[in-house]
Each structure stands twice: as C-alpha cells, then as structure tokens.
C-alpha cells in the first residue's frame, strides 16, 4: 500500500505561513505516466496530484503530502529495476567532469578526502579518483551501491542513508551532495551532519533543480523535474537562508543547464508518434507545442542564467 507523510510547518524554518503555489491534476505527471505507459509497475503511484507549498518565511518550497518514507524507498526500487536511472546517466560523466571543475579551483591540499553522498554508482567518485583524490561514498540502493563497491571497494563505499553518514568517523575536505537534497526528508539535518564532518577549510558542494528557473516559471506544473521523489524545491533565496541558518559560508554558485531538451516531453512525443486508434491528434499536437516551449525556456534559462539547475560551493565559517 502507498502511504503518505503530511507536514504542518515549513521543514526548513518551521514556519507555519505556507502557501499552495502548484497543485497538479494526475493526467499532468509526466514522468510516472510515461513510466505507467511501459510499466504496470507505477500505476500505484499516480492516483495522487503533486501540491507544492512554498513557505513566506524562507522561501522553501515542498512537496505536501509527499509519498512516506516507506512508499519512497519502494519507489525508487521500482525505478531501479528499470533503465530509468541508466537512460538518463549516458552524459554524467560530462556533467560531473564539470562539478569537479568548479571544486577544484578551491581545493589547497594533495589527496583531499571527498565524501560524495548518495553516490550512486560511483561515476563522480570516478572523475574525484582520477584527479587524485581519496574517494568515500554512501548511497541507499543496493544495487547501485554494490557497483560501486566493485569499482572503489566494498569499505569505501556504503550502502546506507542518515544513520549510516552520521556514523562516519572520519574528517574530510569536500562533502559532495550531487542532485540528492532534493530527494532527502529534512534536508537541514544532512547539512548540519556534513558541517560536523567537514576538515578545517572544508567545503560542500550542491546541486539541486532551481525552483526560479525560467523553465518551472513557464512550463508551471508540466516542469518536467515536479516529481514525487523530489520532495524538496530549493531556490537561491531558500538555499542561502539554510546556509545561514548552519554557520556556512556561501563562495561560489551559479547556473547549470543539463537536461536541455526534455527528455521525458520529447520520449512522449516520440511514443505518440507511433499511430494508435485511441490516442487523440489534438493531444499529439500540445506535446509537439510543450516540447517546443521547454526548449525555449532551456536557451533562455541558459542566456538568462536561470537554468534548471543550481549549484552552491559552501564552507565553514572559521
Ligand atoms: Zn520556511
């Protein structure tokens, strides 16, 4: 059974002034459906809107009622027993060449010791390794996290979450958090765990989907990233509040523009392509136009520097 977690107060600041500002209808969820299309395997998942709340205190932005922790953990066994996650890692490695890019400007020692969370198979342990550093990662999929293994060996990755982080007895100079905040019940005790394990001079990187970007401004509740693991909606403002509120430091932040050209919009469209007797022409037609309109907003998200994604370089205030 799907079960649900309803949260009274904004999970960052507590506040309880929280507005509904996306409530979707079902026929609108782009990616379950076009998973359900393939796969028997969601049609349990999306019985239930998307209703996102942003908070007038900090900003923060959230996914309420939000599938529990239990119905989470089962739908993301479900998608990894897909190609859901491998379709959409063919240019990681690019992507994160790019993340390592912006790290390294900052990093002073040789050997610096990265902890990358929710690591997944290790393809950014991967590009860390090859630029010398010494590489520990945690990830909560077994399956992921036993490919990892294979790769870094099995005590320098572990398959685990929050207790398992907050075990960690270790130090390190970079704490990495590539596109999982967003995923993570009460962000704020991530964060507070990684400055606890930072070394002097440390620093954490983030990148989560940017809720001001100019493509979830336009395309409203079709912004293809509105999805029901993404629990958490981070703009700059809320990010820069939950730095704050922790005793960080921002230094760099910026822009990042992957998923241009929506992949889950043009697979719809491709599939529509395909003549069947009972899918409506009027229907071919709006995908074709929503198509057209995420590739718009993603080049002037890119010329606006809004894109879909952001990224934030943080320290410890000495
Ligand atoms: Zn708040």
Redesign the pocket.
Same mark, same amino acid.
């Given at each position: 059974m799907i079960t649900y977690t309803y949260l009274k107060n %904004?999970?960052?600041?507590?506040?309880s002034d929280?507005n509904l500002v996306i409530n979707t209808k079902d026929d609108k969820l782009y990616n379950l459906n076009l998973l359900k299309e393939s796969n028997s395997l969601f049609n349990k998942y999306v019985d239930v809107p998307l209703k996102v709340y942003q908070?007038?205190? %900090?900003?923060?932005s959230y996914l309420n009622p939000r599938l529990s922790d239990e119905s989470l953990n089962r739908l993301y066994h479900d998608l990894y027993q897909t190609d859901y996650y491998e379709s959409r890692i063919s240019n990681k490695e690019h992507q994160y060449s790019g993340y390592y890019k912006i790290i390294a400007k900052y990093l002073k020692k040789d050997a610096p010791a990265l902890l990358d969370f929710g690591c997944s198979t290790g393809i950014f342990l991967g590009i860390a390794q090859k630029n010398g550093c010494k590489v520990m990662g945690i990830e909560l999929s077994n399956k992921a996290a036993e490919s990892a293994k294979s790769k870094f060996g099995g005590n320098r990755i572990i398959n685990g979450s929050l207790n398992e982080f907050k075990n960690i007895n270790e130090k390190f100079d970079v704490i990495t958090f590539n596109n999982v905040l967003e995923h993570l019940d009460n962000p704020k005790t991530y964060l507070k765990i990684a400055a606890d394990k930072l070394s002097q001079d440390g620093l954490i990187f983030i990148v989560v989907p940017n809720f001001n970007s100019l493509k979830r401004v336009i395309m409203k509740d079709k912004w293809s990233l509105l999805l029901h693991e993404h629990i958490n909606y981070f703009s700059n403002s809320?990010m820069k509040?939950l730095i704050k509120q922790h005793g960080l430091q921002l230094i760099e932040s910026g822009s990042i523009n992957h998923e241009v050209l929506d992949t889950s919009i043009f697979s719809k469209v491709k599939n529509k392509q395909t003549p069947k007797k009972s899918a409506p022409g009027g229907q071919k037609d709006s995908l074709w136009k929503l198509a057209f309109l995420a590739l718009i907003t993603d080049l002037s998200g890119i010329l606006f520097n809004q894109g879909n994604f952001s990224y934030y370089l943080i320290k410890k205030v000495p």
């Open positions: %904004c999970p960052i600041c507590d506040s929280c908070c007038q205190k %900090c900003s923060f809320s509040y």
